[in-house]
């Protein structure tokens, strides 16, 4: 589903270069279950961003669904992103002056579907994830566990053949953090989702099918 | 998206309030700006009716001449064929203090059917002073000595007020009743308007009576038409001509130097005005540039979302030019309310045209500059690289 070879990515600065992703080489297929660890600054996130084509490698390859999209455009690639890639982040990033009916309903915005047919996919995706009744409610009226699941509707309304997740419970207690995780692993096993999880969490990514393992930038398990 | 866009923008209202503020604020300075302009455009654009060159204004106190009204008469008599007589004059007209381009104004109030019309134009006028103007009859007849003594009071009025009378109509023959109705007044021609009070301005309702004998005691100003290369000698040998006759002080007035000077008694006032505009106008366009990028620095959380979650830099960059046209177009609606009541209640007396040309006019202007002041922060955001926003949130 996802195939990486020899990735590389350099941040440069006028003074210094740094090296975040060291020659990263990863397969993974479709319906998987993987989660990425390491300590802090290892490369997790960006090679997070790479997968999701939110960031471009220095060198390397990849191919998504069998495509290389190294060739793509912005516009070629925004739409990629929009079909094929659901993203789950630490701090949910959702949009606190809109509704969460309509902070799901945001990646419908940009496909060509009208506003009725919008409301009936954010709504069955709020179901999915147990907050059918809080559609009417603002971000800030919800705990951290009932935003990360409204991120979670957000992720998979668009019914994504792929979902990366950058350390989705990190911001919560265990008890949620399990709860979120139940979530990912039903939408894993009952739709097939392919899941990358960023995790700090030894416990949930030993609930993954694959744990990677990153060091300064390299891979080592 | 636009239901999207207004739902974002409704539930920031009070985060949007400034800006909606801002944007009220100039179209209503901008709105009176056009207003004016537009004003002054469209009286500029209208003939000026008379001709105005070669044309001098003799002014001088009579205070010594006799009092006697048939020798007055009889002094003006002679001094217009003394006048005429020299062969650089071509015409010679007595005239009220009101003639065109001077700061005189005189009013009288009119009755017809029992309506009162008011604030119309009084000239008291001589024969020639139809020629010294050239100023063509579009309806009847210009005075003749012989109106003077008539019967009935004969006027000339004006193209503006016979619409304002009689519409359509012929004028011509018709009476109409003085301001308090006791008089009536007899129209024997229809004058074409003169913008008497400069380019700008519009020539406004007037009427034209004959010089009388009673009103040679009140007579200080001669227009006297020239021929071309009446020049400054002839100018001082009048001048020491009429010193001599009415043995008082006196004063020679070009009328087109005149025009000059009354049309610029509009111009200052209005370069002054669209100067302290557009000092405003750049103080918006940068207060709204700085909205805006204050915003997008703001959003940039939002912006790496939308980027991750579907949207192209180019629909970033739409989406906060449109919400920044959408907040406009609030703004403009409220203003339109506001600016809607001036030609509903004809205010200052201005035609409604005016108030609306001045309307779409100022609408299009702050959509301009709404845009302007939107493109560069709009790109700005689209260059924002995903991954960096969502990392810095």
Not at chain 1, 155 to 168: K, R, S
Not at chain 2, 24 to 45: P, R
Not at chain 2, 345 to 357: C, D, E
Request: hydrophobic residues 45%; proline residues 3%; charged residues 20%.
């Amino acid at each position: 589903m996802i195939r990486l070879q020899n990735i590389e990515k350099v941040y440069r600065t006028d003074t210094v270069e740094t090296l975040a992703i060291n020659g990263i080489s990863l397969d993974i297929a479709k319906g998987e279950f993987l989660s990425i660890m390491g300590p802090s600054g290892c490369g997790k996130s960006t090679l997070l961003n790479i997968m999701g084509l939110l960031d471009e490698p220095s060198k390397g390859n990849i191919k998504i669904d069998e495509q290389d999209i190294s060739r793509f455009s912005d516009q070629k690639l925004a739409k990629f992103r929009n079909q094929k890639l659901g993203f789950i982040f630490q701090s949910y990033h959702l949009i606190n002056d809109l509704r969460v009916l309509d902070n799901v309903e945001l990646p419908l915005l940009y496909r060509t579907s009208s506003a009725k047919e919008r409301k009936v996919l954010a709504t069955a995706a709020l179901e999915k994830v147990g907050l059918s009744n809080r559609l009417k409610h603002f971000p800030t009226q919800l705990s951290g566990g009932q935003r990360q699941r409204v991120a979670i509707a957000r992720a998979i309304v668009g019914n994504p053949q792929i979902i990366l997740a950058d350390e989705p419970t990190g911001n919560l207690d265990s008890a949620m953090g399990n709860e979120i995780m139940d979530i990912l692993i039903n939408l894993n096993k009952n739709e097939g989702t392919t899941i990358v999880m960023v995790t700090h969490d030894e416990s949930m990514a030993h609930k993954t099918h694959r744990l990677v393992r990153l060091f300064d930038g390299s891979q080592v398990q | 998206m636009f239901k999207h866009l207004f739902k974002l923008i409704w539930n920031k209202r009070r985060q949007n309030f400034l800006f909606l503020s801002e944007i009220l604020v100039s179209f209503l300075v901008i709105f009176a700006v056009f207003s004016f302009l537009t004003y002054y455009y469209q009286n500029y654009s209208k003939p000026l009716g008379f001709d105005y060159k070669r044309v001098w204004c003799i002014t001088y106190n009579n205070g010594e001449l006799t009092k006697n009204n048939d020798s007055l008469k009889i002094f003006y008599d002679n001094l217009q064929k003394a006048l005429k007589s020299m062969p650089q004059i071509e015409e010679v007209a007595y005239s009220g203090a009101n003639y065109p381009y001077s700061d005189s104004f005189s009013s009288t109030g009119l009755t017809q059917n029992g309506k009162k019309f008011n604030y119309i134009a009084n000239y008291t006028v001589g024969i020639d002073y139809k020629k010294v103007w050239n100023v063509p009859l579009l309806e009847g007849r210009w005075f003749l000595p012989e109106d003077v003594v008539s019967n009935n009071k004969n006027i000339v009025i004006n193209e503006t007020l016979k619409k304002q009378l009689f519409g359509n109509a012929q004028a011509t023959g018709k009476l109409i009743g003085n301001y308090d109705e006791k008089e009536k007044l007899k129209v024997i021609g229809v004058m074409q308007d003169i913008k008497a009070s400069g380019d700008f301005l519009p020539a406004g309702s007037a009427i034209f009576n004959p010089i009388d004998t009673a009103f040679h005691k009140y007579t200080h100003n001669i227009l006297i038409k020239v021929r071309e290369g009446a020049d400054a000698t002839f100018e001082s040998q009048l001048y020491k001509f009429m010193a001599n006759t009415v043995k008082n002080a006196v004063e020679i007035k070009h009328l087109d130097e005149m025009r000059n000077s009354k049309n610029k008694q509009t111009i200052i006032p209005m370069v002054i005005f669209i100067i302290i505009a557009s000092f405003l106008i750049i103080n918006v366009a940068l207060g709204l540039f700085g909205v805006l990028w204050y915003n997008i620095n703001k959003r940039k959380g939002e912006i790496g979302l939308r980027r991750a979650i579907g949207a192209s830099g180019r629909s970033v960059s739409y989406q906060l030019v449109m919400e920044a046209i959408i907040l406009a177009t609030i703004s403009l609606l409220v203003g339109c309310f506001f600016a809607g009541q001036f030609p509903l209640l004809s205010v200052f007396n201005i035609p409604a045209s005016v108030y609306i040309i001045a309307m779409l006019l100022s609408v299009a202007f702050i959509y301009l500059l709404v845009l302007f002041c939107s493109l560069y922060p709009g790109k700005q955001a689209a260059n924002i690289h995903p991954a960096v926003a969502l990392h810095e949130e």
